[in-house]
């Protein structure tokens, strides 16, 4: 057991009432027992960014017996932007790399913990999946990047403290993982990438000034988190390390951005897929203001209907469209493509497995897509066309897959 430093002194109490504080002595129970020391468990701790560590204390008596007096302490962090700890808990969220202490104050005593918070690197091959559900199911699933089958995730994020309320697009940037919690969570929420279980996220970018109605997209590039809102018809610019009621650096608004969904970026262009309307458009990432996209991609041999994603691969441009088994696709464009462009290849029919798709992913030169009313990731070659059968499909009850709609990856380098 770890030497734990007791900063008050043996005084000898005549009462039977609780006494609080070093200038008191120790304290006397109801019981009439004589308090001894305070430890706290563990003495010293290693833990990464995104996860959590539960501190004990433990209370010795004079007549030979300890309990656990948890909630009886007040425990505090020396550096709460390293690691916040709940006030009658005991349980630490560890927020950014450090070493704090864990003190925990009560019975007349004062003892402490240490507490190391290391980085977390990204786990490679795995595949975060964002379940927007029916069944309050709220969650991120991860799965290995070559999941197949009805194969149970690695882990989920799910629980109340979590803060998931309408999980949407999801993105990395570093060792942590980005959500867009739509009209009933209106935050964007960001997770340690190996965040598990009921776990809250390292911060939450939501409230009054950031203008969230529905923040249903997101796409980082370099230094800046921007976010796409259905019901403003905006794309909104935030520092990627904003958090809690912050107001946008900038916004952008146009009348050919009606009702944006899921984001893509190619570093200088912002695209951002219009469902309702069928489009795909593009702005300057470094745009502001009321202004003209700089693409609008659009028309019946572009066919782009109902189109939830855009992502750029190298010199091309893949696009999900479709709401039913019958209309999904995945249409692929020249990279330059505006207007009523023809796309270079089409996965669609009934072989694909497509069933209203939503964000796509690539790795391993393969395409990755997200199929909300299949609940599915099903995996295609990077060149396939036509009405192929994907090269594997994660489908099944064990998946625990609940309308999933955002998708990201993380390969290995």
Known sequence: MPQIRDLCLPVLLLAATSLWGCGSGFNLDNGGRLATSINILPGTANRQVGQTQQFSAVAFFTDGNSEDVTGLMQWSS????????????????????GTVSIVAQGLGFASSAGLTVTAVNAPPNRIYVS???NSNNHSVSVFDINASGNVA??????????????????AVSGNELFVADGFAGLAVRVYGLAATGNVAPLRSLAGANTGFSDPDGIAIVGNELFVSDQNTNSIKAFSVNASGNQAPTRTIT????????????????????????????GFPSGGSGNIAPIRNLQGATAGVAQAHHALVNGNEILVSCGSTVNNSSIRVFDLNADGDAAPLRVISGANTGLNDPSQLGVANGEIYVSNILANSITVYPLNANGNVAPSRTLQGVNTGLDRPIGLTLVAAP
């Open 78 to 97: 020396s550096d709460p932007s390293v690691v916040s700890i709940g006030l009658n808990t005991g349980l630490a969220n560890c927020l950014t790399p």
């Open 131 to 133: 379940n927007f559900s």
């Open 153 to 170: 995730p690695l882990r989920s994020i799910q629980g109340a403290n979590t803060g998931l309320a309408s999980p949407r697009q999801l």
């Open 254 to 281: 146009s009348a050919q951005l009606q009702g944006p969904f899921l984001m893509g970026n190619n570093a200088s262009e912002l695209l951002a897929a219009c469902f309702g309307v069928g489009r795909v458009v």
